[in-house]
């Protein structure tokens, strides 16, 4: 397993820009398909993003699709998420995670963070 640190949430005005940040440990981390999830109160995980180990191929969800671009840098063990033209919808925890499969689903994830708030308001 790989341990992961999120940060560069906060709250963001409608029609803002956030960067997420993920770190990873360990010598591995070049080979895990990483991603994003996101929860809002009340609702279930849902998947947002997620890029190959090698940076090549990506998949997005629908709704963040054209708003949102994941990338990583595996020299610095990081996995970004960038989020332009933030909607009050996109409010919620957002979690970076690690998984050994492909595509990313939420049920082959092996590595979790902690989170990190992104609040946007209207």
């Known amino acids: 397993q790989v341990l992961l640190v999120e940060s560069g949430g906060g709250l963001a005005q409608a029609g803002g820009s956030l960067r997420l940040s993920c770190v990873g440990s360990g010598r591995m981390f070049s080979r895990y398909v990483m991603g994003w999830f996101r929860q809002a109160p009340g609702k279930e995980r849902e998947f947002v993003a997620a890029?190959?180990?090698?940076?090549?191929?990506?998949q997005y969800a629908d709704s963040v699709k054209g708003r949102f671009t994941i990338s990583r840098d595996n020299a610095k063990n990081t996995v970004y998420l960038q989020m332009n033209t933030l909607k009050p919808d996109d409010t919620a925890v957002y979690y970076c995670?690690?998984?050994?499969?492909?595509?990313?689903?939420?049920?082959?994830?092996?590595?979790w963070g902690q989170g990190t708030q992104v609040t946007v308001s209207s």
């Open positions: 995670a690690a998984a050994t499969y492909w595509p990313m689903d939420i049920s082959k994830v092996e590595s």
């Open positions: 890029i190959f180990w090698s940076g090549d191929m990506s």
